[in-house]
């Protein structure tokens, strides 16, 4: 090993532990998984840009997987890229520099701040980045950038690519090249079928792009397209990777491999557990593919058989928490359930019998778990290891949102209103008279009505849902993602408008985001006598949403953040988007939110019914 690679390797092992951590809580190092979106080889390294959690690098051919994130303000990371010996990394938030293999990061974006770089690419010294806004160039290492458009058709630029010197650019109008730096684009779009070119390859015969409706190829620049889709089933093309003899294409539908440069293809995706696969790397003698939620896979045989290979990565989005027996049982979207009772060291995947994995909430009943999905409700008996559905009367609604009321079960669903079962979920009965069409997202029992928070503002029933009615009066964003009630204030998340509280009831709202730093909230409950409400950071207010304090910076994660938690007898479980799952005890929590004395309290006509009661653990 040499000095360069030392240094790499032991960057690795420094970096393990320290980021794991924010302030007091833990990311729990299970279940692996996550949202590849591009790869990079440097050096005898390889590294991999996420949608939520940064940069996680290998240095044992992706067997392992450690993240290097230290310094990223924004961690959805689309594209990832060398020159010389650094690093750059695309980002919704411009583009980061690493000088030392990935171990920290510094923006690097006059001229391109919040513009979102979805990929890079590196030419005699000069970057190159895809933009909505067109193709931006930077000489000086990525200080400062240009725009660099003339001749280009589109402004919307989705992939590039080099053949040589000379540059290629995937845009919605078609593929174009340049042959002298940026400074003028040619198109070359005769005989594309279609000229939304998301992905480009080349091999030393031919140019492949990728479209959203097939395969072509060229023979060279400025010669004609032919489309290349025998045997290709999925048409919507997310990546490429071309060699000598083997082709491979990544779709909605698993990897697909040709042997005769896109002549003919199959795709036997032994083992590709996820096929939605956005970003494909080639190897050595091994491939390379990222699938959505399901993280990397590796193949040893030119892409017929596949095996995952996640260790390390912890980029999974949690959205639905909850605890049965002396079990902690998450549900990871697009993975599958796990369940721990070493508090979250460890991870056994349980999901026999569900046929669904987008998860969005869970609860526990009468020895029962309850999972909602994408197409109804799941229940298991023996702790998860074996589930059954529970959805006669509302088959194929998605569920995302429960409710225990006493002892009948309610399921907010995306479009359908909501759903009542009084027989522990073996039936169903649409209860939605007055709700909109748009989605369910929290459920709030406060005896004797029942609120739910939906994408059109917050509704009321007094009748057990049979009648539902708007009570929105003074809330600016209706998009409601989580209820609370603590004392006799009743609390709204919005996703835009931050947090609203109200003292009669739903009646009127005010706004209450003093101390706050972001009006995008995805979560919303309450421990004893604080509230928690979750975005990218989680806040803490011990006076009823009067004022709030950050206690776990950058926990949610980019993209939605905090979804979920759990509450156990020693510790709080949070569940983020991209960043797996947090945890903290209990003993720290009531310690680190300053003490403020509570106001007055408003007197309520029904405050004295206000009995607070079990609510949906998950928002989506």
Not at 380 to 389: F, K, L, N, Q
Not at 434 to 446: D, K, R
Request: net charge neutral; with cysteine.
């Amino acid at each position: 090993m040499d000095a360069r690679n030392k240094c790499l390797a032991s960057v690795f092992a420094v970096l393990l532990f320290p980021l794991s951590l924010t302030a007091q809580w833990v990311q729990l190092p299970e279940p692996y998984g996550g949202n590849p979106q591009d790869f990079l080889v440097h050096g005898s390294s390889v590294y991999i840009a996420t949608d939520g959690d940064g940069v996680y690098g290998s240095n044992d051919s992706g067997a392992t997987w450690t993240q290097l994130a230290t310094g990223f303000i924004y961690q959805r990371i689309f594209s990832i890229t060398d020159m010389g010996s650094d690093l750059y990394a695309g980002t919704g938030w411009g583009v980061y520099r690493s000088t030392n293999s990935g171990a920290n990061w510094n923006l690097v974006s006059s001229g391109l701040i919040y513009r979102e770089v979805v990929d890079l690419v590196s030419l005699n010294a000069t970057l190159f980045a895809a933009t909505t806004v067109g193709v931006l160039r930077s000489t000086d290492s990525g200080t400062t950038w240009d725009s660099t458009n003339a001749g280009l058709g589109s402004r919307k630029v989705n992939a590039l690519a080099l053949r040589g010197d000379t540059l290629l650019a995937g845009t919605s109008s078609g593929l174009y090249y340049s042959t002298n730096g940026g400074s003028n684009w040619i198109v070359d779009t005769v005989g594309l079928t279609n000229k939304d070119v998301r992905c480009i390859g080349s091999n030393s015969q031919y140019i492949f792009a990728g479209t959203m409706g097939s395969v072509h190829r060229s023979s060279g620049l400025g010669s004609s397209w032919t489309k290349r889709t025998s045997g290709l089933n999925y048409t919507g093309i997310l990546a490429l990777s071309a060699s000598e003899g083997l082709l491979l294409a990544g779709t909605l539908g698993g990897v697909f491999r040709s042997t005769n440069d896109g002549d003919s293809w199959t795709a036997p995706n032994n083992g590709l557990t996820y096929k939605s696969v956005r970003c494909l790397l080639k190897y050595g003698g091994r491939a390379l593919a990222g699938a959505d939620y399901g993280g990397v896979f590796v193949s040893s045989d030119n892409g017929t058989s596949w095996t995952v290979s996640n260790s390390g990565m912890t980029n999974t989005t949690v959205r639905c928490l909850a605890q049965i027996g002396r079990y902690v049982v998450s549900g990871v979207y697009g993975i599958g359930v796990f369940r721990t009772s070493d508090e979250g060291q460890t991870w056994v995947s349980k999901s026999t019998g569900l046929t669904n994995l987008a998860f969005y909430s869970m609860l526990t009943f009468a020895g029962k778990l309850f999972v909602g999905t994408a197409i109804g409700v799941f229940t298991t008996a023996d702790s998860g290891d074996t589930w059954t559905p529970a959805n006669t009367g509302m088959e194929t609604k998605s569920v995302v949102s429960l409710l225990l009321r006493g002892s009948d079960l309610y399921a907010g669903t995306i479009s359908n209103g909501v759903y009542v079962s009084s027989d522990t979920g073996k039936t169903w009965t649409q209860r939605a008279t007055g709700l909109p069409s748009s989605e369910v997202s929290t459920l709030l029992s406060v005896d004797p009505l029942i609120f739910a928070g939906t994408r059109a503002g917050v509704y009321y029933t007094t009748d057990g849902g049979t009648n539902w009615s708007l009570r929105n009066t003074g809330m600016t964003n209706p998009e409601v993602r989580g209820l609370a009630v603590c004392g006799s204030t009743l609390l709204a998340a919005t996703y835009g408008g931050g947090l609203f509280v109200s003292s009669n009831g739903g009646e009127t709202w005010t706004a209450a985001n003093t101390g706050v730093y972001t009006f995008y909230f995805s979560s919303l409950w309450t421990l004893g006598s604080s509230v928690y409400a979750g975005s990218n950071d989680l806040h803490a207010s011990t006076d009823f949403g009067q004022h709030w304090t950050g206690v776990g910076y950058g926990i949610g994660g980019p993209n939605g953040g905090v979804r979920s938690y759990l509450v156990t007898s020693t510790d709080m479980y949070v569940g983020s988007t991209g960043r797996g799952i947090w945890r903290r005890p209990l003993s720290e929590l009531t310690t680190s939110i300053a003490a403020r004395s509570p106001p007055a309290q408003t007197r309520y006509q029904q405050s004295a019914h206000w009995v607070k009661t079990t609510r949906t653990r998950s928002i989506q």
